[in-house]
């Protein structure tokens, strides 16, 4: 069956089948900075913004997301470049294979823009959801804790 | 195989197509145990999903001079943010909260996490301790039932072929009430409980305790009271020593299995030390909140 995504601004047809999940559809777009890690929801590599809210796209039907706004790594870039987030997690060089970052980076950007100035402990909780196995998240959380504190340098 | 999937907009429309005849329907809340479940299903039969998400009805929270009444639609991340729920009825945000992940609860609907009926299901403590009834619904009409009576098994459940969950009513507690969720993981967020224990206390004026429920996860098939510890509790003061006989009473009321989270012993501890706790934390609320000042 056809059904309509709308993904990063955009609507786009897409050929599923009925128990295809979100993660499924989006990857089958040519989107595949949305990965699967665990497909059973534990790991948060399939993080998507749905509606601006964080979910597992593995965990979710293509079907149900008919008629809502999702946002997945490859819209988060601005015309002016990166986005601060992204820009963060260079800087502090929260990143080794790369794999868990769209997730980490776009969990990060809900818990911004719901709390623009989060603690490191609600860091740490909006993140216990995105395995990382290289980094050891301490830089992950000192990219959050920079955007959080405006950009500046984190000197801890 | 999976051959179609039904989005009733309406409830009316959801329980026609829950009571239709053809192929095996599935029912799909948040969908966030059952879509894992979904990848073992036989490629030789026809399954037809029937998903709850779009019905608006089943989202709604309201609060009368009785009960609040949740739709089984409402999210644990909504459960887990309401300061009025927490407030009132903290052991069930306390155990929203320790659900899963962000991205889980924001998808996890309370309906699904009692009609999944895990034995550690995180919210079913705390709905057995303040006595939530669960309004059954068919297209014939609907009946309601005490939340503990409607587990019967892992994975079990009190509902007919033709029904849905649609409504949880939870009684507003009664003055001098306090209660409390703990709960145990090997990580600290994320985690499927080891061991979850429910409590809810009414103290009296004089301190003594007039009501008592207990509630575990986790320990047996589904979660369990703890009817002779909650006699020892009635009558006294939650003192130390009467604490630790409450705890003896769970202990033996608990039939924990060994599996790849704990072993049977390490659970049965785990019940002495979390019940205790709850216990403590369930005290301290009642008598701070002070008699007379509830609600």
Redesign the interface.
Known sequence: MQIKLSINGQKKNVEI???D?LLKAIRRLGLTGTKEGC????C?AC?VL?EG????S????A??AQGKDILTIEGLKGKNGLHPIQQAFVEEGAIQCGYCTPGMVL?SK?LIDRNPHPTEEEIR??L???LCRCTGYVKIVNAVKRVAEGGKRNEK | MITNCHRPVHLEKALDLRGADGPKKLVVAGGTDLMVRLQEVDPEVEIELLLLEGIRELEEISWNEKNIILGAGVKVETIARDEKIFKTFPGLKEAAEQLGSWQVRNLATLGGNICNAAPSGDLLPPLIVYDAKLELTSSKGNRVLPAEDFFLGPGMIDLKEDELLTRILIPLPEKGSGSRYEKFGIREAMEIAIVGVGVGVVLGKEGKVEKARIALGAVAPTPIRVPEGEKIAIGSTLEDNQIKEIIRSAKETARPICDIRSSENYREDLVGILLGRALKKAKERALKKGWGKCK
């Open positions: 089948n009925p128990g999940t497909g059973e929801g534990e948060g993080t749905l809210l964080p979910i597992n593995c965990l979710y039907l079907f149900n969990i809900a909780n909006s216990s959801g995105n």
